[in-house]
């Protein structure tokens, strides 16, 4: 069976190159689903809490929400970090705190300190779906993205077989050390 979680993320992008209007800066609020798949957890008769789903996918996504995305080609990149340098944001800013976990993919590379995503191919709605898969798939057993941004909606299904033991009292997923982070259960 499945569970699935959903959230907005609300960013801005553009098409460097394309031809039409997405090629100008401008903003969304896209729209997420994320489903896993596993067989029921029987001790709490569930696949997966959902709100642990969309914690373990939030600590990543948040870097995403309220910021700029950019191909990593885009002129805007330069000029932009070069305002953000003069006005001395680039580095951070206290009242920036909503701020997820650097990372670095094949894919995209995220920059809290300034909420700046650089990725390497267009962020369309189908790049959004390989950016999250390559930063949850070993997190999540996901079986389906879909990323809904205004009228460009995409969805792809993946074969995801992580093998994630769950604590038979609360779901979650046990620490590399066979306990819930939650309750202390600890795998015999
Ligand atoms: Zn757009
Ligand atoms: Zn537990």
Same mark, same amino acid.
């Given at each position: 069976?499945?569970?699935? @979680?959903?959230?907005? %993320?609300?960013?801005?992008?553009?098409?460097?190159?394309?031809?039409?209007? &997405?090629?100008?800066?401008?903003?969304?609020?896209? #729209?997420?689903?994320?489903?896993? /798949?596993?067989?029921?957890? /029987?001790?709490?008769?569930?696949?997966?809490? =959902?709100?642990?789903?969309?914690?373990?996918? $939030?600590?990543?996504?948040?870097?995403?929400?309220? &910021?700029?995305?950019?191909?990593?080609? !885009?002129?805007?990149?330069?000029?932009?970090?070069?305002?953000?340098?003069?006005?001395?944001?680039?580095?951070? #800013?206290?009242?920036?705190?909503?701020?997820?976990?650097?990372?670095? @993919?094949? %894919?995209?590379?995220?920059?809290? !300190? +300034?909420? %700046?995503?650089? @990725?390497?191919?267009?962020?369309?709605?189908?790049?959004?779906?390989?950016?999250?898969? /390559?930063?949850? *798939?070993? *997190?999540?057993?996901?079986?389906?993205?879909?990323? @809904?941004?205004?009228?460009?909606? &995409?969805?792809?299904?993946?074969?995801? +077989?992580?093998?994630?033991?769950? +604590?038979? $009292? =609360?779901?979650? &997923?046990?620490?590399?050390?066979?306990? +819930?982070?939650? =309750?202390?259960? *600890?795998?015999?």
């Amino acid at each position: 069976m499945r569970s699935f @979680t959903s959230f907005d %993320l609300q960013y801005a992008h553009r098409f460097y190159g394309f031809r039409g209007e &997405a090629q100008y800066l401008h903003g969304h609020t896209g #729209h997420l689903t994320i489903e896993v /798949e596993d067989s029921i957890n /029987e001790g709490v008769n569930m696949v997966f809490p =959902c709100n642990e789903i969309k914690k373990t996918a $939030w600590d990543v996504l948040k870097n995403f929400d309220h &910021a700029l995305v950019l191909r990593k080609d !885009d002129p805007l990149l330069p000029a932009i970090l070069g305002v953000y340098d003069k006005q001395g944001i680039r580095e951070g #800013h206290p009242q920036n705190k909503m701020k997820g976990e650097a990372f670095k @993919t094949e %894919l995209a590379t995220a920059y809290p !300190d +300034c909420r %700046l995503v650089v @990725t390497k191919e267009t962020m369309t709605v189908e790049g959004m779906i390989k950016i999250v898969y /390559e930063l949850l *798939k070993e *997190k999540l057993n996901i079986v389906k993205i879909t990323f @809904t941004s205004g009228d460009n909606a &995409a969805s792809a299904c993946f074969n995801t +077989c992580n093998e994630i033991d769950r +604590c038979p $009292w =609360c779901g979650i &997923a046990l620490n590399d050390n066979g306990v +819930c982070p939650k =309750c202390g259960y *600890k795998k015999k």
